[in-house]
């Protein structure tokens, strides 16, 4: 049991990462990712949501939809868990740590239209994980997520002081540094 949830936390974070092999959650992923500190705290909040969401979305979907057997409703009722977790999210930031919440500023509510994040409680889903190792793929592609986020900010903060010809400035430069993160992490596939 723990060895296929190791191997299962590996694959969601590494092998089968969320934004650089699925390409989902790319609006935060390059919109966030301008300096370390901000990445860090959108990772942070996306790991709290994708995890709790997962496990919410566990619950309910065994208890409730399969129970009563409307699981053709899993998608709008995912939605609402999701979009009230970021709710939540919003509040305990806006009251507690101001400075993250300005600097997330509108992608913080743009959790809630992630795709990353109804994505993974889908996976769930579809790959019939059980609770546990449905929260354990959720935190484990959030932690995905996150390491490519504060990877590619660091990347870009050095990219400041670099002289980069005036056709790739800006977001191509992201681009193609996205590119070649993903290349890089094609390396991680032979680990399992």
Known sequence: ??????????????INNVVLSQFLGLCPFLG???KV?????????????ITLSSLVTGVIYEQLLKRFDITYLKTIVFILVIAALVQFLEMFLK????SLYKALGVYLPLIT???AVLGVALTNVTKEYNLLEGTVNGFSTALGFAISIVILAGIRERMQYN??????????????????????????????
Do not use: E, H, Q
Not at 1 to 14: D, E, F, H, Y
Not at 37 to 49: Q, R, W
Not at 167 to 182: E, K, N, Q, T, Y
């Open 1 to 14: 049991m723990i060895k296929s949830l190791i191997l299962l936390s590996l694959g969601s974070a590494l």
């Open 32 to 34: 966030v990712s301008k």
């Open 37 to 49: 500190k901000t990445a860090l705290g959108m990772g942070g909040s996306v790991i709290f949501v």
């Open 95 to 98: 009251r507690y740590i101001p």
């Open 113 to 115: 239209t992630n795709c």
């Open 163 to 192: 002289d980069i010809p005036k056709p790739f400035r800006g977001m191509p430069i992201v681009l193609i540094s996205a590119g070649l993160m993903a290349i890089a992490f094609c390396g991680f596939s032979g680990l399992i």
